[in-house]
């Protein structure tokens, strides 16, 4: 086992580490030593104008250097490795570990148990891989992307618009893995571990939890492949929870144990779970980027995403006056992806006055399902999760 942020990392950056065995202080400057005992976070150094690439990814916004937190420009969401799925080495990037240890494939032992688990054991990925394995592409999107775009702000990561990416995912159905070791009929809830230690001196674990039902849904896999290629360490590798439909933040990253218990497990990461929470429906503009600035009296084409639980996406409409009339872009079709990837669409105009430009989108899903327009009151009350307002996605450009 290896550490992702090796010890050369370490020193350049002048930062605490734990070594896996325990607490390891390596290579520390009069500044480092009089710091707490666990890497804090951040500075939130969030400036869209600074990428910074990690290894192996291209250059992303930074919000967070340790854990590494990084958002995706939304020029790079659509991709070409997979159209228009967003490239594997563009994907965003959030973890609460400090420690991120890198697991080669063959190292991996899935432990499966918990006091609900009927023959508790271990898989190594071949053992697991004899399940069949499946495909499923999706949106991932934090529960707080675009959070950052709200005043007065909130706490927590301030994300821009890309916290979110889609990618293709292969792997294992969870429900196999489940009915191998047993489900008792005494089962509360899954829970999944993590390889690392997470920032938090408390707990260092990272946990979270998912209802027996929802794993039970062919649809959850465990994926070891991104892409068709190897999953960047940094996106999970070698296992990741995916549950298409669902936010992203219980897709939980090299996962290495997992518990069906009877009692809800106590970790501070893990939350409560009440069920699902499906993606509701959001639209946004990918190109040109926020700040981008378009000469005036030539045709501009928009082009953006629109993404919701997988139910559909009927329409997405474009204002360019501040939301008193809105005109139809064109929708490219279903992606061979399938219905959880976002559809991809264009609007051409000629922005004329000069100025600040801010384009409002909509999106419309085939059951009805309409993207609010202002900033709902829950969004704050949720410190900014599962929002999908119209201003908050809202493109700002310059028309010169
Ligand atoms: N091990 C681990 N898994 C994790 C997280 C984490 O901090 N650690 N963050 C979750 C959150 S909040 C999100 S939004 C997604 C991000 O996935 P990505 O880093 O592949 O983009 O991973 C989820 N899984
Ligand atoms: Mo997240």
Known sequence: MSLAWNRREFLRRGILTVGAAGLAVSGLGPLARAAAPFPGVGPATRDPNR?????????????????PVYETPTAYLIGDELYPLTNRDAYYVRWREALIPEIKPEELRLEVGGDA?????????????????VSVAAVG???????????????????GKGDVSAAKWTGVRVKDVLEAVGVKENAVQVAFKSAGFTIALAAQEYWRIQSVDEMMDPKAILAYRMNDGEIPIWNGAPLRLVNPGEYAPEWVKQVVRIEIRSTPIENRWAGTHAGPDPIRIVSLVTTPQDGERLPSGREVELTGVAYDSGVGIAKVEVSIDGGKSWERASLEPLSPHGRYVWRVWHYRFTPRQRGPLTVFTRATGVEGEVQPFGVQEAHYTSNGRRMNSIVEFAAHLEVV
Request: glycine share 10%.
């Open 51 to 67: 990428l910074v690439a990690l290894p192996g990814k291209r250059p992303l916004v930074q919000i967070y250097d340790k854990p």
């Open 117 to 133: 688990a009927v023959r508790p054991r271990t898989f190594t990925l071949d053992e697991l891989k004899a399940f069949g394995e």
């Open 141 to 159: 999107s934090c529960k707080r992307n675009a959070s950052g775009t709200l005043r007065p702000m909130l706490g927590g990561v301030p994300w």
